[in-house]
């Protein structure tokens, strides 16, 4: 599966924000 970087940013930048 690929998938576009920016996902793996949102995903990060989700994370941190729901800390």
């Known amino acids: 599966m690929n998938y576009p ?3 793996v940013v949102q ?3 989700y ?3 729901s800390r």
């Open 11 to 13: 995903n990060e930048k």
């Open 15 to 17: 994370q941190l924000l």
């Open 5 to 7: 970087q920016s996902a």
